[in-house]
C-alpha cells in the first residue's frame, strides 16, 4: 500500500482529498501540519511515496522546504503542490492551480504512484452512492432526495425518489422498509458530504442532550457507534465522524462516572437493543475502567486511553462483525475461513493501531493498548504470554476476554460459573492474578 503524506489546514479542503485519496487509491495517508513535522517523519520514514502540499503554511514556505529535503536526500518520493501554477523545475513534482479540482488531484497522485488510468475508471463514484437504512433510524427529516433502487434488467437500475429534500418521516416508516428487506437507501453522490455532516450533526446533537434517559443514550451511542465504525474504515477520518467518535466516547466515559455499580451498568449495556462490537466496546470499557479504579492506577489519562483503545480494537472487523469473537490462535484455525478473513483477522489489532495515530484526539500510547489487546507485541496473531505488556494493556486484555465470556455466557445460558475462572488459567502470572482479583473485588462486591 502506498504511502501519502497530505498537509492542509484547510478542513472542508482536507476531507475532500483524503476521502479521494483512500476511496479512489487505496493509500495509507498519514496527516502532517507543516514541513516541520514532515521532515521529522521523513527521517524516520523515508520510503513515504508521495507528499501533497499547499504552497505555503501561514509563513512557513512549506514546498520549497520539501522540494529541497527530497532533492538534499536523493528520496524517490513525488510531491503535488497545491494552489499554484508555477512552472515545475524537477521531474518529482506536479503543480495544480486549483486545490479543489480533487479530480486533478486524484489523476496527479495516481501518475506518481503509477497506478493505472484503468484502475481509477473502475472505481468512478456512480451517481448514486449507496447508504445503510437504518443511518435513518435517529432522523426524523433530512437535507436530500434520498432514492430506492430497482432493478430494471441484468445491467440496469432505476432510481425512484421515496424522501424528499425536507421532508418529515417517522421511525416507524423506516423500520418498516427493514423489515421489508431493505438495506440500502441511495443519495445523488453530489448530495452525499453534505448528508454525511447533516446526519453526524443529528447524532452528536441526541447523543449530547442532558435530559435523555440512560438506555436510550445507551440505544443511540450503540446505533450512532456503528455509523462511525463503517464509515471511518472505509473512508478514514473526515471532521464529521471525529465530531461523532468524540461524542460517543466522552459519553461512555461518563456513563461510567455516573454509574455507582459497574454490574447495574453493564446489565443496562448487554441487554440493549445495539449491536455486539458496540456492547463489547462499551462494556470492555466499563470493566477495565473498574480495575484502574480498584488499583489505584494514577497514570495520566488512563480512563480515556481505555475508552479510545475499546472504540477502536475491532474497528477492522467493522463489516465483519462474527469474526470479532475469535480470541485464539486455535479458534482461528478452527474457524474455516478464507485466506483474506484469516489474514483480517490476524492482523487487525496491528492495522487498527496504525490507524489510531491518525486520529488527532487520541491519547498518546492508545495505539500501544490496541496492538497489545490479543496478547502479542506486534498486533498479529493471538499470544497468552503478556507478562512483558505494560499494565494498562494487561488490564485492557483481561477486561476484553472477560467481555467475550460473558457475552458468552449470556447466548448460550446454561449454569452459572465464575466467569475468572478462564482468566486465571490463560493469564496464570503473579501480576494479571492481580489485576483479576481488582475485577473479583467489585463482582463479590455485587454478591453480598
Given at each position: ?63 520549497d522546504l520539501l522540494t529541497h529535503y527530497i532533492k538534499s536526500n536523493n528520496l524517490e518520493t513525488g510531491l503535488i503542490v497545491l494552489g499554484t501554477d508555477q512552472l515545475v523545475k524537477n521531474d518529482f513534482t506536479i503543480n495544480i492551480a486549483n486545490p479543489k479540482d480533487w479530480e486533478q488531484v486524484i489523476h496527479g497522485a ?339
Open positions: 500500500m502506498a504511502q501519502v503524506i497530505l498537509i492542509e489546514n484547510n478542513k472542508t479542503l482536507n476531507d475532500l482529498i483524503s476521502v479521494n485519496l483512500t476511496t479512489f487509491l487505496g493509500v495509507d495517508l498519514i496527516q502532517r501540519k507543516n514541513a516541520q513535522e514532515t521532515l521529522s517523519l521523513l527521517a524516520i520514514l523515508p520510503n513515504v511515496d508521495l507528499i501533497i502540499t499547499t504552497n505555503f503554511i501561514e509563513d512557513e514556505p512549506t514546498a495516481a501518475k506518481i504512484l503509477g497506478i493505472n488510468e484503468n484502475v481509477l475508471l473502475k472505481k468512478a463514484t456512480p451517481d448514486f452512492i449507496a447508504v445503510p437504512v437504518r443511518y435513518f433510524l435517529n432522523l426524523d427529516n433530512v437535507n436530500c432526495d434520498v432514492f430506492i433502487r430497482i432493478k430494471k434488467s441484468p445491467t440496469e437500475y432505476q432510481f425512484i425518489k421515496r424522501i424528499h429534500n425536507g421532508d418529515t418521516f417517522s421511525k416507524e416508516s423506516i423500520k418498516r422498509y427493514l423489515v421489508q428487506g431493505l438495506e440500502h437507501f441511495h443519495i445523488a453522490k453530489e448530495n452525499y458530504k453534505n448528508f454525511a455532516i447533516f446526519l453526524s450533526n443529528k447524532l452528536v446533537e441526541k447523543i449530547d442532550a442532558p435530559e435523555m434517559e440512560p438506555t436510550l443514550r445507551i440505544q443511540l451511542m450503540g446505533e450512532s457507534f456503528e455509523i462511525a465504525i463503517r464509515e471511518i474504515s472505509k473512508l478514514g477520518f473526515n471532521s464529521e465522524m471525529i465530531q461523532l467518535t468524540e461524542s460517543i466516547i466522552q459519553n461512555m466515559v461518563k456513563n461510567f462516572e455516573k454509574s455507582p455499580e459497574m454490574s447495574n451498568l453493564l446489565h443496562k449495556v448487554i441487554n440493549s437493543e445495539t449491536g455486539l462490537l458496540f456492547q463489547r466496546c462499551h462494556m470492555t470499557s466499563i470493566v477495565a475502567s473498574e480495575m484502574i479504579k480498584n488499583l489505584n492506577i494514577t497514570e495520566p489519562q488512563a480512563f480515556e486511553k481505555i475508552a479510545y483503545a475499546s472504540f477502536f480494537h475491532d474497528i477492522m472487523l467493522a463489516e465483519h462483525e462474527e469474526l470479532s469473537k475469535i480470541n485464539s490462535f486455535d479458534e482461528l484455525e478452527k474457524a474455516n475461513l478464507n485466506e483474506e478473513q484469516w489474514d483480517m483477522v490476524f492482523n487487525h489489532a496491528m492495522e487498527a493501531s496504525v490507524l489510531i495515530r491518525k486520529y488527532p484526539e487520541a491519547p498518546t500510547g492508545t495505539d500501544e493498548i490496541i496492538k497489545h489487546h490479543h496478547g502479542t507485541t506486534n498486533g498479529k496473531g493471538f499470544s497468552n504470554s503478556i507478562e512483558k505488556l505494560p499494565l494498562l494493556s494487561k488490564i485492557f486484555i483481561i477486561a476484553h476476554h472477560f467481555v467475550l465470556e460473558l457475552v458468552n455466557f449470556k447466548k448460550r445460558g446454561g449454569e452459572p460459573k465464575s466467569l475468572t475462572e478462564e482468566l486465571y488459567k490463560r493469564y496464570p502470572s503473579p501480576e494479571t492474578a492481580l489485576i483479576i482479583k481488582s475485577l473479583e473485588h467489585t463482582l463479590k462486591k455485587k454478591t453480598k
